[in-house]
């Protein structure tokens, strides 16, 4: 197995036998990393979890601009249907002014149907007692004559 030396800061001789096991602050520390056959793997782990990573970021932004678009949409449905339906408000609050206003057209008309109604009736009522007034007075001036005729006739034949 391979072994690698790290060095932080500048390179350092390496110790040797006859040097003593005690370093001093001012030299730097070396660390020994052994390259063994589990560290390929967590490289390969890592490359896939990224191109994991990246796939699910791709799709997460297909998804947010499909939303967007959706939503975009159903935006402008919304707004089109909203103008439509102020439109079709305005046209029924004008139908119904008129509609209204033929009522009260109506309305009055009937109101006065109804006084010339009364007043026909009142009309035909005094006509009605005028006519019989005026047929009773022709009635009894035709009886009385045919009465007073009957008694003259009667006077007449009796004598």
Known sequence: MNEQQINSGATAPTPNAEQPALQ?????????????????????????????????????QNQISSLREEVARRLLTADTTSSETKILAKNVQETAKEIQTKVIL????????????????????????????????????YCLRQVSNCNWLATYRGH
């Not at 390929?40 to 997460?60: E, I, R, T």
């Not at 109101?111 to 009309?123: H, V």
């Open 106 to 141: 109506l309305e009055g008309k009937q109101s006065e149907a109804q006084s010339q109604q009364l007043a026909l009736e009142q009309l035909y009522q005094d006509l009605s007692k005028n006519r019989d007034e005026w047929l009773w007075q022709k009635l009894s001036k």
């Open 24 to 60: 001093t602050a001012a030299t730097p520390v070396q660390v020994v990393v052994k390259d063994t056959n589990w560290t390929q793997p967590a490289y390969l782990l890592s490359g896939v979890l990224a191109v994991l990573l990246a796939a699910n970021w791709w799709s997460s």
